[in-house]
């Protein structure tokens, strides 16, 4: 007998031994580290046994048995470790760490057993038979320990079980149940250990052969259904670890296996018994989504099912279900198509607009060239009648004044519209400024009035006007814009409207508090009789190159840019606009602009002393003469230079023109002149540099003459641009003869200069 237990235990070691180095051949993992723990401290606990087979008296009993308890304390925790790590389930550190903490306060009992009554109470040793022997009555600390152990092994016992029940694939469920086996081996064992049940228990740790038998088995359990086979480990982790959730059914439907997303997708997959009523409508609605390719949306996000028939040798054996979230995708898809509409549609918006530009400039460019025609015919006219001095002459002089009143209509309608396209480039670049300073309330309202009342009549519509005269009428804010604002309502009122009339009202906000200093929300409302907006065109208007009811107004003129502007410069002034309308009956535009009161003074009757206002545009008058003075204009295009020529002309300055840089420069190194006046955009050598040239004769007469920037480069920033360049002024193209009048005596010798009166 003795000998057959000594045998046992070398078989028993060599077999842990022989698991120890097979564990380590196929490390990885935290399962193959606690397979190891358990393999080691059952390793320990077994050569510590032999050893104490081969003891005859109590002292070299107790070592031997010290070394065992070495393992045998790890035993019962690897195990639960090793088991709970196999059904999925993870220890908190805490609790592993307690554990071991625990062990070691038992070990330091066991090492001083013989000095302490907490693990053995009483301990005698005897031979029985070749058997040493050491009964023993266990104290506190024994009896803890021992229950501990039982604990391990009942837990393993519940998570086997709560596994096995989980499982869905057979081969794994084997597994399981070999697993079971080993623990149930190993409490019963523990029974028989700890009541005594059979004799041998008495003389011998029947528990070391316990652990024998349940290694065995879950050494089987290893190497019968790979337990420790990482491809197979790793190709679950990868499934598992898929955004797709995977299900797997048999030929009649029933669920074989699905992956950790679809558990989470479908919870009744787990309490589900295979072919469940709830399982077969899952499976459905997988098969109606995808003939119909209708997405299945679940908890609000969006999946695509797939499907793939399952074979093995050629025998179709189930289903393989697959269900990828695609939310992002679809969410992605529809984003996209909103940008597309919201690009479609301002690209539409740009087109017409572009479409509507072109009209728009061609007309005035068509009265422009048409007029001049007519001046040429005229002019031929005047030459033939020159001898006779007759009516016809003067006739033709009548002619010619009109048809130039036409072309300056048609060249200030043009640059309206350029003008237009260059504020609201300002605006949307975030470069309109607003320039702010004191006007008086009662020219704004008489220089609209003049406008307004003209355009008026000449469509038959009576222009009313309601003005509080007790508005106070020294203002302070930015004249220019508030006045485009006014003009353009009021300008697209006549223009939208055939008969009836167009008011104006012009109040401040009920409660204002007249005071100089304090903000006067300034209240201007503009009723027409015209066509009317229709309700969803409302929300329209204010886009920029939005026209409405193209049918209705495709004859009317206009780019759709005023109102877009409007509003903008309306909001800049820290005011709103609003619009009501009667579609057919006419529409009513509410301005609220807040100023400053800059003194209290009432407008009161603001067409008073102007008697109708001009209408007719006043005559030229040169505002000064100066014909000791040299002026040099430089530009490429002739016409320019016969523009400025021209303009020029009354004021008797003596004026020398270069088409070119080059030929500027040969100029200025011969002459002295007042100012130079020069084109940018040259060919060869432009303005920029024609100027650096002048700057650099420093032998020449002109290094320091004033040169202005004479430009049709009107864009945002320009006159900045040219300043920095070193241009002593600028001025755009096309130029008003006052501004360049106003410009030029700024830079000419103040003794050579005699100012008009009256100018
Ligand atoms: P437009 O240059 O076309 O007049 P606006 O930006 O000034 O551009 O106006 C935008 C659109 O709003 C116009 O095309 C017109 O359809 C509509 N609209 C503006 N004012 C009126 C009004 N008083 N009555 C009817 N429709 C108007």
């Not at 842990?16 to 358990?38: I, M, N, S």
Request: charged share 25%; hydrophobic share 40%; with cysteine.
């Amino acid at each position: 007998m003795y000998e057959f237990v000594i045998f046992l235990l070398y078989i028993t070691i060599i077999g842990l031994f022989a698991v120890c180095v097979f564990t380590l051949t196929k490390w990885g993992g935290r399962l193959h580290t606690y397979l190891f723990f358990y393999c080691v401290s059952n390793l320990v606990y077994n050569i510590g046994y032999i050893n104490l087979l081969h003891t005859t008296d109590q002292v070299t009993y107790v070592n031997a048995l010290k070394l065992g308890y070495f393992g045998r304390l790890w035993v019962g925790l690897s195990m639960a470790l090793f088991i709970a790590e196999l059904c999925g389930k993870v220890f908190p550190v805490a609790v592993k760490a307690g554990a071991a903490i625990y062990n070691m306060i038992v070990y330091f009992f066991i090492l001083n057993l013989e000095h302490n009554r907490l693990y053995y109470k009483t301990m005698e040793f005897k031979m029985v038979g070749d058997f040493p022997t050491l009964p023993h009555s266990g104290g506190p600390i024994y009896y803890v320990y021992t229950s501990l152990n039982l604990l391990y092994a009942i837990l393993c016992i519940y998570l086997i079980v709560q596994a096995y029940i989980r499982e869905r694939n057979e081969t794994a469920k084997k597994r399981d149940l070999f697993l079971l086996l080993s623990i149930i081996a190993l409490v019963s064992t523990y029974v028989i250990y700890f009541f005594k049940l059979i004799y041998l228990a008495r003389i011998f740790d029947i528990m070391i052969v316990g652990y024998a038998v349940c290694t065995a088995f879950m050494l089987i359990a290893i190497v019968k259904y790979k337990m420790l086979d990482t491809t197979a480990a790793a190709k679950n982790y990868v499934v598992d670890e898929l955004s797709e959730g995977i299900i797997a059914v048999d030929r009649e439907n029933n669920v074989s296996y699905y992956n950790k997303p679809a558990q989470k997708l479908f919870p009744q997959l787990e309490a589900a018994k295979s072919s469940d009523e709830s399982i077969l409508k899952l499976l459905n609605d997988f098969d109606s989504s995808i003939s119909t390719g209708e997405p299945v949306r679940i908890n609000g996000r969006i999946y695509t099912p797939r499907i793939n028939p399952l074979t093995e040798d050629n025998t179709h054996i189930g289903t393989l279900y697959s269900l990828s979230d695609d939310t992002d995708h679809y969410r992605y898809m529809d984003e996209l198509r909103e940008q597309k509409q919201i690009a479609d549609s301002a690209n539409e918006a740009k087109s017409v607009f572009l479409a509507n530009m072109s009209h728009e400039i061609r007309t005035p460019i068509n009265a422009v060239l048409g007029f001049n025609e007519m001046i040429t015919r005229e002019c031929e006219k005047f030459k033939a009648a020159k001898e006779e001095k007759s009516s016809a002459v003067c006739e033709a002089f009548e002619n010619i004044g009109t048809f130039s009143g036409n072309i300056e209509g048609a060249g200030n309608n043009l640059l309206s519209i350029i003008n237009d396209i260059l504020d609201l480039s300002k605006i949307e670049a975030g470069k309109m400024e607003l320039v702010e300073g004191e006007y008086s309330l009662r020219s704004l309202l008489r220089d609209v009035d003049g406008m307004i009342s003209f355009r008026a009549s000449e469509k038959e519509l009576a222009f009313i006007t309601d003005v509080d005269e007790t508005l106070p009428d020294k203002l302070f804010g930015d004249l220019v814009r508030v006045r485009q604002v006014i003009t353009n309502i009021l300008t697209n009122a006549v223009k939208y409207t055939d008969a009836g009339n167009v008011k104006l009202i012009v109040r401040a906000e009920e409660g204002s508090v007249i005071k100089a200093g304090e903000i006067l929300n300034l209240i201007v409302t503009v009723k027409d009789t015209g066509i009317g907006i229709r309700d969803e065109d409302i929300k329209k208007m204010f886009s920029s190159f939005e026209r409405l009811d193209l049918k209705r107004n495709s004859t009317i003129e206009g780019t759709g840019l005023g109102l877009s502007i409007a509003d903008q410069l309306i909001s800049m002034m820290g005011g709103k606009i609003t619009v009501s309308s009667e579609y057919g009956s006419g529409s009513t535009f509410v301005i609220t602009i807040p100023q400053k009161i800059s003194s209290i003074e009432p407008v009161g009757d603001f067409k008073i002393n102007t008697g109708n206002v001009d209408k007719e545009k006043k005559p030229y008058k040169v505002s000064f003469k100066a014909s000791d003075s040299f002026v040099l204009v430089v530009d490429d295009s002739i016409v320019n230079l016969r523009v400025a020529k021209a303009l020029l002309r009354d004021t008797g300055l003596t004026i020398d023109t270069a088409d070119s840089g080059n030929k500027a420069l040969e100029l200025t190194l011969g002459k002295k002149y007042d100012v130079i006046l020069m084109d940018q955009r040259m060919p060869n050598m432009d303005g920029t540099e024609a100027l650096k040239n002048i700057r650099a004769q420093v032998e020449g007469p002109n290094s320091e003459t004033p040169v202005v920037c004479m430009t049709a480069d009107a864009i945002i920033g320009s006159r900045e641009k040219y300043i920095n360049a070193g241009f002593d002024d600028y001025l755009s193209k096309p130029v008003k003869s006052a501004e360049l009048e106003q410009t030029l005596i700024k830079y000419l010798p103040e003794d050579k200069i005699s100012r008009s009166t009256g100018s």
